[in-house]
């Protein structure tokens, strides 16, 4: 039997979609109210026909007063709306922001990037990120701020990709701060439902690629920036100590992201054979169950991690360049949004880490 009631706002929309059916197959949760904006009214299962169980609820106002009384209450809203909402939520009740609202600590950052309303920073919904070295040398993590939190922020999908990939270089050492370039390949479903964006239809995304977001203009920098920082030891003020260039560029399919990450090596990397490089994310993702280094060899597919919460990664070394080139693959929607939530969820619960989530995914 269930535990804990839920409830989801921006329940029509991908993010919100996707909580919903990994919601609905947790053996912990009950999700009993569906909230949205113009689909008020509506069957859920109209929107979400692949969610049967879930389709007779009717999707009600994002208020307040309709949210408050659930135990766990899920925001996928545009940033800006869940900030202002939240404000207004019962404080017994868990909060999951699965938009940008919350991730970040200091306001420069979100006055650079976003604008508008500064809210304050919750829990940080990212268990595997590394926050520092201890006394014996093992790897600090986020997951130790989960549990018992009350509000968490989920981290940005195109951010999950990239610090995956890359931080085990950056808590070792092994790459420079500056000079860091991201290039990522991303889902349709990364870039929202909305129709009003031609770029989006089926005859303009079949068959063609665009980046978006040039020029040090996306959002999810000062995020990145900001896990870079800790998994340093540093405090996310000297984010500032780290530089760079990152580019998403949208491909046609529906979900996944691949992040293909480099940066100039250190002289502690350019003295480690491949077989010791490899070992270091190894070694920085051991007990880690849903990241997965791949063997020597193998490159991370976008295809083989749809569907789960997983994230594939690999690195290599380019000794032409002096560089190290990181890659990381996961679903966009799952592990880089709504199964990072329930996962940190769960934790803040006090309930398996892996309790409705699979790291099994869909390939082909």
Known sequence: MAKYTVAVAGATGYAGG??????????????????????????LGKHMPHIPQLADLTVQDTTPEVLNGHDVIVLALPHGASGALAAKL?????????????????????????????????????P??????????????QRAALPGAKRIAGPGCNVTATTFALQPGIAEGLVEHTGIVADLAVGYSGAGKNLKRTNLLAAEAFGSAVP??????????????????????????????FSLSFTPVLVPMARGILATVSAPMTDAARDLSDDQLHAVWEQAYAGQDFV???PQGTLPATG???????????????????RIIAFA???????????????????????????????????P
């Not at 020029?215 to 000297?238: C, K, S, V, Y």
């Not at 083989?304 to 002096?322: C, I, K, Y």
């Open 304 to 322: 083989n991690v749809v569907g789960s919460n997983a994230a594939h990664v690999q690195v290599v070394a380019d000794r032409h360049a002096g």
């Open 90 to 126: 019962d404080p017994q009740s868990i909060v999951v922001d699965l938009g940008a609202d919350h991730r970040l600590e200091e306001r420069d950052a979100w006055d650079a990037f976003y604008g508008g309303d500064f809210y304050e920073h919750w829990t940080y919904g990212m």
């Open 128 to 141: 595997e990120l590394i926050t520092g070295k201890s006394a014996d040398g093992t790897y600090t993590r």
């Open 292 to 294: 997965t280094v791949l």
């Open 18 to 43: 996707e909580a919903l059916r990994i919601l609905a197959s947790h053996p912990d949760f009950k999700v009993t109210c569906v909230a949205g904006h113009s689909s008020v009214g509506d069957r």
């Open 329 to 363: 693959a996961i679903d966009n929607l799952n592990r880089g949004t709504a199964g990072q939530a329930v996962e940190s969820l769960n934790i803040a619960l006090g309930l398996p880490e892996d309790q409705g989530l699979t790291k099994i995914g869909v390939a």
């Open 212 to 241: 978006y977001g040039v020029g040090g203009t996306h959002r999810h920098i000062p995020e990145i920036l900001q896990n870079f920082a800790h998994a340093a030891g540093l405090q996310a003020a000297q984010a500032s100590k």
